[in-house]
Structure formats: structure tokens, C-alpha cells
Nanobody
Framework: VQLQASGGGLVQAGGSLRLSCKDSRRTFSNNAVAWFRQAPGKEREFVATISWRGDSTSTADAVKGRFTISRDNAKNTVDLQMNSLKPEDTAVYSC?????????????????WGQGTQVTVSS
């Protein structure tokens, strides 16, 4: 598994970004995928997860109603649409793949991780 996250950047509060996670070498269409984030000086935090078919999603309370996770198995990508961004959303965002079809909020359930992408929200 060789995951790569992209789409991060600098945005003003209230703005939007769309992150994308892709594995160019192997499909993860049978696996749940999640996004986590880690801000400086803080522990890694669950953001959202999506099941292998996309029929089940879960988002953290901190981002509910603002972030949406989706996937396109034909393209082997999982996206995170982030709207109404806040300064407290500033973090490095990483995608992770589970061995299971349905995901969880526990980072220990995801053995495969990609390099993160920096999201910075200015006030």
C-alpha cells in the first residue's frame, strides 16, 4: 500500500478545501478508509471514515455538518470535503486504510498510513 494525501493548503476561516487520498499501486476498494488529523502539540484525532462500498460513514463531532467523506472505487480515491473551515481545523491530515470493510475511529485499526497534507486555516 502506498497512500498519498493531497489537497491541503492555506485557507481563510469559512473557506473550503477538498483533500484526496489515493494509492497508485494497489486498490483499497475492499477496505474501509479514514482520515485523521494531528495539530502541533496535540494527539492524533479521528476525523471521518467510510466503508468499502461507501454505504456507511462516520464523522467526528468536531467536524460533523462541515466535513464530508466520499469515495470513488473506480478511481481508487477517497476524498474529504471540508467546508466552513475554522482555525482549530489547522492540522496535518492523513488518510489510513483498514484491513476491514467497515471502519472505526481507532487509529490502531488502520495499519496502512500515507504521508499527510498540511491544512492551515487563518482567522
Amino acid at each position: 500500500v502506498q497512500l498519498q494525501a493531497s489537497g491541503g493548503g492555506l485557507v481563510q476561516a469559512g473557506g473550503s478545501l477538498r483533500l484526496s487520498c489515493k494509492d497508485s499501486r494497489r486498490t483499497f476498494s475492499n477496505n474501509a478508509v479514514a482520515w485523521f488529523r494531528q495539530a502541533p502539540g496535540k494527539e492524533r484525532e479521528f476525523v471521518a471514515t467510510i466503508s468499502w462500498r461507501g454505504d456507511s460513514t462516520s464523522t467526528a463531532d468536531a467536524v460533523k455538518g462541515r466535513f464530508t467523506i466520499s469515495r470513488d472505487n473506480a478511481k481508487n480515491t477517497v476524498d474529504l470535503q471540508m467546508n466552513s473551515l475554522k482555525p482549530e481545523d489547522t492540522a496535518v491530515y492523513s488518510c489510513a486504510v483498514s484491513r476491514r470493510s467497515y471502519g472505526s475511529s481507532r487509529s490502531s485499526d488502520y495499519p496502512y498510513w500515507g504521508q499527510g497534507t498540511q491544512v492551515t486555516v487563518s482567522s
